[in-house]
């Protein structure tokens, strides 16, 4: 490796100190270092396209130090780059940043030395199409969430998976994840925990009014069409619940498979079924 990443949460200063740290370690065995500081933050509803990034197409690994918020935020930045993600969790462990500061410096002469297990992760492209155009697009690698702005109202949602209808959710909202997203918001709305490296789309209402509207796995070939009740006001369209856009009664928002996926450096000294067991507080 010659060329590194660093992708940083602004707001965090231990996360400012512990980059600071390890760029001048890296400078010292050689190696080039370009540093992204970035704020993580909830955009204005205007529905804006992914985040420019200065970290160069040339880099052979972004390390990400901040929590799964500003690898998500890292994720759609720099997923046309295609180098490995190593993920460092500056507080406990995290789901997406499986490295604890403690681990930081013996992972990384592991995967400066070649000796690292990468997994890669789909993701999913959510747009938003009003008019005949489309007004907005993103690319996820948790979710994309439909729900209310304003007071949790009943939203009526028709639902179409590879263009014949499947049904018509009355929700307060719905969730289209992916298996890596399955134990953020999904879980927390009753979906299932899948593999994050396993192949498929989940598709979770929220607080759905009829019990029968469960959750479901969908193949990841499968196209969701989802259109918005012509009479439906304060919508939004939220993708990894950082990026959002005010939806227009009559809107249709799609989802599939994005081309484009990412790669996670693995924890080197913990499985993710271990750390699903101490998140989750099992056993």
């Not at 200063?13 to 270092?33: N, P, Y």
Request: with cysteine.
């Amino acid at each position: 490796m010659e060329k590194i990443g660093l992708v940083v949460k602004k707001a965090a200063q231990k996360a400012r100190l512990a980059a600071a740290d390890l760029e001048t370690w890296l400078r010292e065995r050689g190696l080039e270092v370009i540093v992204d500081e970035v704020e993580v933050t909830i955009n204005s509803g205007s529905c804006p396209t992914a985040p420019p990034s200065p970290i160069p197409s040339d880099v052979d690994l972004v390390v990400v130090l901040g929590g799964d918020g500003t690898l998500l935020y890292a994720a759609r930045a720099v997923r046309k780059i295609g180098a490995p993600l190593l993920g460092v969790n500056l507080g406990g462990l995290g789901f997406l940043t499986e490295i604890g500061l403690k681990d930081l410096y013996p992972t990384m002469e592991k995967v400066l030395a070649g000796d690292f297990r990468a997994e890669a992760r789909m993701l999913l492209e959510a747009s938003v199409q009003r008019s005949g155009q489309t007004v907005a697009q993103y690319t996820v690698l948790n979710d994309a969430v439909i729900n209310k702005s304003a007071l949790a109202r009943i939203l009526d949602l028709k639902v179409k998976i590879d263009g014949k209808d499947l049904t018509a959710y009355r929700a307060d909202g719905l969730i289209i994840s992916t298996p890596t997203g399955s134990t953020a918001y999904n879980l927390s709305a009753g979906g299932p925990i899948v593999y994050p490296a396993h192949e498929s789309i989940l598709l979770t209402p929220i607080c759905p009014f009829t019990l029968s509207n469960r959750p479901l796995i969908l193949p990841e070939t499968a196209k969701i069409e989802i259109e918005v009740d012509p009479k439906a006001s304060d919508l939004l369209l939220t993708a990894d619940g950082q990026a959002f856009c005010n939806l227009e009664p009559g809107d249709t928002i799609t989802a599939q498979r994005s081309s484009a996926r990412i790669s996670l450096i693995k924890n080197p000294y913990k499985d993710y079924f271990e750390i699903l067991k101490t998140k989750l507080g099992w056993g």
